[in-house]
């Protein structure tokens, strides 16, 4: 009759967990918790976790996206005791019954987590299909008792003998540890799965996990032990980040009656790593683990420069090498893709010096900018080829971000055009590249989330930016698995394109004549700008007729603009040639001082030539002249 005593208040149903619904109930007057995938499987197969659920959640995600519900109950401070394995034993009768949850379940454990998760299932092996723990605590005399080589916490120890109601002599003499009361499940084979960092001052692995797989095997039990590489617990503490969450995933999906097929080989669930390492990353990787100073730079459009996932990288960064100054340089301007990014490379990538890692975006404006195969080529590789000129150690990472367009494409069977353009470079140049664009459509056709409720737009939605932000960890992390060897000269190969725009540049408008140069520029109407393109000089065409002249020395030159509600039409001749035309308004001028490249000309001899632009109608404001 004390399952029906429990004291249930269900809460508000529509709660989110990274995109996922959440519904939130107390038990025992404790608060829990179950997500709900977007398409449950059969059977309705789950995952129980204990203790820190937003810690390393990227394997729950996956789970979700496969068909499981997650559940969580949270009992701080009570370590597995009895009562704690009696409010597990409520909670369980209240998802099942109220869920319709599997009568097995998966079962993880986080740290002290462990204890709760063992200390349940050796009273209940036969509900259990499996266990995962990520250092867990498997004998508290080990932590918090500190009875070993570890740290213990005289706090948390006498949080635990409260919990047990012992006095110190009898939780040192206690059986009742995991170590201790591993048979039943092992006559059951209920596999086992421990990630451990050997390194671990908190939880050693060689007095808790350890002990437990030794005990295990010899009572026939099924463990595997895998020793994290993610980095030392001097630099990542007790909780580090996974080198493979996938790991967890592919785990429970094996030992899930009727999931096993549904397992993946790859570093993820969703069938593929989505990154390409190349020879990119193990320079940076020595110059941050060194200590003193680094610089990182982020170069792209508007889902670079905006809030998200290059705030939540920095910060990674920082916490993964704390011994190191970072400088972070934001070098992102909305609406610009790889052409303007190679001509301001000097300028707003190499500005304040040297720079050890360049996260690159441009995928989705090369793309909904116009520019065809030959010109996504010359924009990346002028970006890269001229970094690795200016350092020729520089570790580079194309990332490609989704839009709808490249979803339909990839669901076609064909990959965009554009990240076909940069893999090109990226493979020519063995730098690190990371599809984000397959990745998100494979796990919106794996039902985890959708576009539109989901990531709402190409500048994603908070859950989107997280999904770019945890797909980068996990592919610098696998980049970071071993140390390097020092920094290294990066080879340079001949270019795929000659005329790429690795000798780009940017030049003043005072550098012309003919035209008036307004030494601080800013709109008149009430149409939108972007900074770097308002308060600076200009060179302003508009008369009809007038004719503005600009020496310069190299194999292309172009206009980089700000294209507003009445950028009108120029004409240019290169060297007294043919004038031609070239249109300044874009489809998002209407409300915006659009800054937007023009390469007029970019296969010219190498030499001297003269660029002379006459006014056709409207207005040309020239923020730079771009040479190439």
């Known amino acids: 009759m004390r399952l029906f005593l429990f004291l249930l208040a269900m809460a508000c149903c529509g709660a989110d967990w990274h995109g996922f619904e959440k519904r939130e109930f107390t038990v025992d007057g404790v608060a829990g918790y179950v997500v709900l995938p977007r398409v449950a499987a059969p059977g309705k197969p789950w995952l129980w976790r204990a203790r820190f659920p937003e810690f390393n959640s990227q394997a729950a995600e996956g789970l979700l996206a496969k068909g499981y519900h997650v559940a969580y109950f949270d009992l701080p401070n009570i370590f597995g005791s009895p009562k704690a394995v009696e409010s597990w034993d ?71 003998l409260a919990a047990y109601g012992f006095t110190e002599e009898q939780m040192l003499g206690f059986a009742g540890n995991p170590v201790d009361t591993l048979g039943p499940l092992a ?39 895998y020793s ?36 993946g080989t790859g570093l993820t669930p969703y069938g593929a790593p989505y990154f390409k390492l190349r020879d990119g990353l193990r320079n940076s990787l020595a110059k941050f683990a060194a200590g003193g100073e680094a610089r990182v730079v982020f170069l792209g459009g508007s889902i670079t420069e905006g809030k998200g996932w290059r705030d939540r990288i920095c910060e990674w960064l920082q916490k993964r ?28 990538v190499f500005g304040r010096g040297p720079v050890d890692l360049l996260f690159q975006e441009a995928a989705v404006n090369d793309a909904t900018n116009g520019y065809g195969a030959r010109e996504q080529v010359r924009g990346v590789e002028g970006i890269v080829r001229q970094a690795r000129i200016l350092n020729p150690a520089i570790d580079v990472v194309l990332l490609h971000f989704v839009d709808p367009e490249k979803v339909a494409s990839y669901r076609a069977g064909v990959t965009p055009e554009v990240i076909g353009s940069h893999e090109r470079v990226a493979g020519r140049y063995g730098v690190a590249s990371l599809d984000l664009a397959r990745e998100v459509t494979d796990r919106m056709d794996a039902g985890e989330f959708n576009w539109e409720r989901d990531f709402v737009n190409l500048h994603p939605s908070p859950f989107g930016q997280g999904v770019y932000y945890r797909s980068i960890v996990r592919m610098l992390e696998a980049a970071w698995r071993e140390p390097s060897a020092g920094v290294r000269v990066h080879a340079m190969p001949a270019p795929l394109d000659e005329k790429s725009y690795f000798r780009g540049r940017l030049v003043e408008p005072s550098a012309a004549s003919g035209w008036r140069v307004e030494a601080s520029w800013r709109p008149a109407d009430k149409a939108a700008t972007r900074p770097r393109f308002v308060d600076v000089p200009v060179a302003v065409g508009d008369a009809p007729g ?35 035309r070239q249109e300044l308004s874009t489809k998002w001028s209407k409300g915006l001082h659009i800054p937007w490249a023009y390469v007029l000309d970019g296969d010219l001899a190498e030499g001297r030539h003269e660029l002379r632009l006459r006014m056709a109608s409207g207005v040309a404001r020239i923020v730079h002249f771009l040479v190439n």
Not at 99 to 126: C, D, I, K, Q, T
Not at 201 to 222: D, H
Not at 326 to 340: Q, Y
């Open 90 to 160: 409520h909670f369980y009768a209240h998802v099942r019954k109220e869920f319709g949850l599997a009568e097995r379940m998966a079962l993880e454990g986080v740290s002290r987590g462990g204890l709760f998760v063992y200390n349940w299932a050796a009273r209940h092996p036969e509900l259990v299909d499996c266990i995962y723990c990520e250092s867990p605590v498997c004998d508290m005399k080990s932590w918090p008792g500190g009875r070993g080589k570890g740290i213990g916490s005289k706090a948390d120890w006498a949080q635990a």
């Open 187 to 225: 006559a059951r084979r209920v596999p086992l799965l421990h990630v451990v960092n050997e390194a671990d001052a908190v939880v050693p692995p060689l007095e808790n996990t350890a002990v437990l797989a030794k005990r295990y095997r010899e009572l026939g039990g099924p463990i595997t032990v």
């Open 228 to 263: 994290n590489t993610s980095g030392p617990a001097a630099l990542t503490g007790h909780h580090f980040p996974l080198d493979d969450a996938g790991m967890e995933v592919n785990f429970v999906l094996r030992n899930t009656p009727g999931m096993a097929g549904l397992a």
């Open 546 to 580: 007038a004719v503005l002249t600009l020496p310069f020395e190299g194999t292309g030159i172009g206009l980089f603009v700000t294209a507003g509600p009445d950028a009108g039409v120029v004409e240019f001749s290169v060297d007294g040639g043919a004038w031609r």
């Open 321 to 348: 090498f704390p011994r190191t100054k970072f400088d972070f340089v934001n070098a992102g301007i909305s609406s610009t893709g790889s052409t303007p990014g190679a001509f301001r490379l000097r300028r707003d």
